[in-house]
């Protein structure tokens, strides 16, 4: 993914950092010049961030791992400023596997809150009381920086347990709710049905944080921009994770055979990089199969023509140019399809790949210009789901 950097890996799962997390330094930047915070209380700021983080990456692995034991691959974790993410290659074969895989990271949090209560009450339970640790209620004890450490790390794991059990997208107890619900509706419409659930937790969460109930009990405004920024997040989130289940459904049902282009444009090796540049400036075609006599050898991708245009490279041949830049399409093995594939395999294949256009064999069938069926390109799948979401 953009913007992120590889820190881990984990059982096999790339952990990786947004770089939008450079934000979070922010926070101590404010504490130490505007408010004037010790040293200490930065060192301890920062110990519960780097905690506090541990735990988001702890949940996001409960996730991957109950994922995995269903057979469903994780492509990797983002952590960001707003939590974690753990991305999955496959989509679920039943409801209940995803009702299994979403309340898994709420459950590592309770586990986490329980082995933290226990801690406390064992260490400190004959001067403070689990109420107390729990609502952080004022106590001479509390001063203490690692005690205080760990109170806020239980307050944050039960947060985390309590929080991501709401019936609102994209918390994972909008997640269990649409599974068991899909187990009588089916996905969609089980989706359908979380998503107004969600719309309306969020509305609520507006009212109150744009601060309209305030303003109807008192005549004043008391906005929570904070909370407000992440009630639309989540509107965002429901929009989105309905458009992606509609586009699975649509996806699922439609094959290659009904966006095949038959039509298409090929160039050698030994053509000038004038002719592609100009193909592509018509607009009608993005990507080219670059041929060597029969043998269909890589793809030309519409970044390498802009690239060539912008260096003023035009008139050189395509294999001069693409040694030049130390492009290998000759050297990596470009990706294919056929007809029978899913559009939505053909989809995740293109977008994971970044080949937006493939050509189309029959299966097993050698990659020669005698063999090749037509082209499929990332375009023409968009346009089609548009059209066929229009149609509907």
């Keep these: ?56 990456l ?9 994922a995995r034991y269903y057979k469903i691959k994780t492509k990797d974790i983002i952590l ?3 939590g974690g993410v753990a991305r999955l290659e496959n989509t679920f074969h039943r409801p209940m596997q995803e009702a299994v895989v979403a309340i898994a990271g709420p459950f590592v949090n309770f586990f986490l809150f329980l082995i933290i209560s ?9 001067k403070l009381t689990f109420i107390e640790s729990l609502m952080g209620q004022p106590n001479a004890l509390i001063t203490q920086p690692d005690l205080l450490l760990w109170i806020a790390l239980l307050q944050a794991n039960g947060a985390l347990a309590v929080f991501n059990m709401f019936p609102a997208f994209p918390m994972d107890g909008s997640r269990v709710f649409r599974a068991l619900a899909a187990t009588q509706l089916g996905r969609t419409r ?14 609520v969460l ?16 008391k906005t929570e921009w904070l909370l407000v920024g992440f009630s639309l997040f989540m509107w965002r989130a429901t929009q989105k994770e309905y458009q992606q289940v509609v586009l699975d459904e649509l996806l699922k049902r439609h094959t290659v055979a009904n ?79 056929s007809k029978q594939d899913t559009i939505k395999t053909i989809y995740i294949k293109m977008s994971e790949t970044e080949q937006y256009l493939l050509p189309v ?21 968009q346009n089609y789901i548009k059209i066929q979401k229009q149609l509907r």
């Design 259 to 337: 966006v095949l282009r038959t039509q298409f444009t090929t160039f050698q090796g030994s053509d000038p990089m004038h002719l592609p540049i100009t193909a592509l400036t018509k607009g009608i075609e993005s990507d080219f199969l670059l041929v060597s006599g029969e043998h269909i050898v890589g793809i030309l991708a519409r970044e390498t023509l802009i690239e060539a245009s912008n260096q003023k490279k035009a008139a050189d041949t395509i294999d001069d140019f693409l040694s030049q830049q130390a492009i290998k399409n000759r050297d990596v093995p470009y990706q294919i399809a």
């Design 190 to 203: 089980a989706t359908q049905l979380a998503a107004g659930i969600s719309y309306a937790v969020v509305v």
């Design 1 to 56: 993914m953009k913007y992120t950097i590889q820190i881990a890996r984990i059982a096999g799962i790339p952990i990786l950092l947004h770089s939008s997390f450079v934000l979070l330094l922010a926070f101590p930047a404010y504490l130490h010049f505007v408010r004037h915070a010790p040293p200490k209380t930065l060192i301890l700021f920062v110990l519960f961030i780097i905690a506090l983080f541990g735990c988001v």
């Design 118 to 126: 226990i801690l406390l009450l064992i260490f400190y339970g004959y």
């Design 58 to 66: 702890l949940h996001e692995l409960g996730h991957a791992l109950a």
């Design 80 to 82: 960001l400023p707003v």
């Design 361 to 381: 064999f029959e299966p097993n069938a050698e990659r020669n210009r005698g063999n090749l069926q037509g082209v499929v390109d990332m375009n023409m799948i």
């Design 206 to 221: 507006l009212v109150h944080s744009t601060g309209l109930w305030h303003y109807f009990k008192t005549g004043f405004f």
